[in-house]
């Protein structure tokens, strides 16, 4: 839904109604949660659901006044907001770079921090617009190499090392 | 008490002194640049390289890095809209904007002028009046504490997004967040799901960073990249150092002195550091202006208050470590192993005992935020390159940035997998219009608010007038009251008067 939104229609009645509602179920959700928080001896009086409850009554109370707000408003007009005039959105780039962002950070753990680090940045430069192959390579090569330096060696951050052949190959290189 | 200060200042003036604080200044400034660096973990680091040095040169080494990385935060949140450190979050919101108009170089030069006059405030109040200042701080009760916490949350409705309900909402739900992990005062574990990394609760730094920093690559790359340009960026010739004019300084002076008020008071009290100082020196300036709608479009106001606060906030954090060997901050925690390890131990002992060491400590803090001048201008030439390289070079950089920043924190994925999770959520709350200010004062204030109220129901059998019958308590409910409902009567009144002139006309 919500990359179903150009943007400028933050205020329209639609957007909120839909984030609105979205925002009650999360937090009906979290509510029910909160009933099954341990009762602590000592603090069963305004114990340790008692805050997170009254924020959410609030978040709910707040959710109902934009939805109310907004059905009225849609009520009186009709909103012509259609996005900001000659603003083209590239929701494709937008998804794949999600998509590699996603897999970039779930692939660290097994394929180390250099390995992956180097191929996610070469994507990430090819879907921002880059398409020199040897600018791609060596920023790509440059940064992970500076990132080592400042935080593995500086630092003494313990980057990842990845799984079976990568581990060895990220043995060998630091 | 002039004989002391002469004293500290020409000990901490000796070469050996000076090239320390150049050292701290340095790493400071590295520390500050890169993102989920903080300085409470390069204070930790360099502990062990000052063993063998003189108690006055490791403490300095110190002071300086301190101060440095609290301003250096605002090069990155400036250039970039990545707040390096923490107490930088709100230089972002006109800073970002000034340089997305072309005036990076003011920008910067406001962030450098302002960090370095709310240091020196500080330090003069710090030497000042740091002991009659503790001893009011100390006498906060949680019900006063609970009404700051209120009143902080207050100036949510002005700042973030155009709604105002939605800013409220934006700052409940960073409430909300601020629930989970362990509870503080029972040890109930909320909203873990079983996930060890949700035990100390959602990490602010990463949190931070992707909710600021992913969140505008996505951004970015949605709204398509000409030529790899970012959208509405002028390019930057050579960002020089804008210094403010005598005329914008005059127009300043009291935007400066407000914000190193707040800041050192803000420092002075436990728990509450740079980050929220730079919140109140922010909401304060808001508030005062008179033109508080100009804020978040890219005006020196705008950045000018929350630097001078955040810095000011440092020079208050020594006060009660130093007069009552209590830290104010994470920071200073840290600071006082360095200082045990030296053999001293801070508090009033030391103040009476050792007064000639804590007059240097005090010149070392003002000549430490004189350093920072000479950080800018060393961090600016190297930071600023980077500014008009084009997007793919630069957004894979932010990327790699969050990424290494959150995991540098604890060595831990799990910082990372939280920094993902709020690029995706400032991504959507952006989208829908709520603003990421609100939501990160809830956060940051969230715990907070909550235990001191609940320890003051407790304290007071659970009687709820406890908050209105302490003088502070209620002066502060009743003006965390009028501040929320401000833009509310603002807007009423401006769109009467809009009537009566449209009538009369």
Redesign the interface.
Known sequence: M?LA?P?GM??SSM??IV?GLV?IGTSLF?YY??AR??V?K??Q????A???RL??L??IG??V??IL?SVLKGMKKESTKKGIPG?????L??LK??GV??L??LC??YLG?LVS?FL??II???????RKVSGMVY??LG?TIA?YL??GLL?Y????RGVWIFKSLSNLLY | MVDLFLYGFQNVLQPVNILAMIVGMLIGLLIGILPGLGGTMAVALIIPFTFNMEPITGILIMLSLYCTATYAGSITAILFKIPGEAPAIMTILDGHEMAKKGQAGKALGTAIFASTLGGIISTILLAAVSIPLSTVAIEFGDAEYFAMAVMGLSVCSGIGGKSVLKNIMAAAMGLFLATFGTSSISGTQRFTFGYSGLLMGITFIPAVIGLFAISEVFEQVEKGLKEGRREGYKKQEKVRIGMPSWKEIKYLKWTFLRSGLIGTIIGILPGVGATTAAFFGYSEAVRWSKHPEKFGTGIIEGIAAPEAANNAATGGAMVPLLTLGIPGSAVTAVMIGAFMIHGLRPGPMMMLQQPKLVYSIFAGFFFSNLLIILAGIIGIKFVARLMDFPYYKVGPAILLFAVIGSYAMNNSMSDVYVTLAFGFFGYVMKRYGFGLAPLILGMILGDLAEVSLRRAMLLSNFDPTILITRPISAGFLIFSALSLCYPLIQKYLLKNKGKEALASS
Do not use: H, K
């Open positions: 919500c939104l943007y933050d205020d957007s909120n984030s925002i979290f949660l909160t928080f341990p602590v000592g603090y009086q305004m114990g340790d008692f805050w997170p924020v959410i609030v978040l707040l959710s006044i934009l707000q603003e083209t959105l590239d929701r780039a937008l770079t999600m962002m996603v970039y950070v660290i753990p921090f680090t996610a940045l990430f430069s090819y879907l921002m617009g880059d920023f790509s940064m990132t400042v935080f630092i951050t313990a980057l990842p």
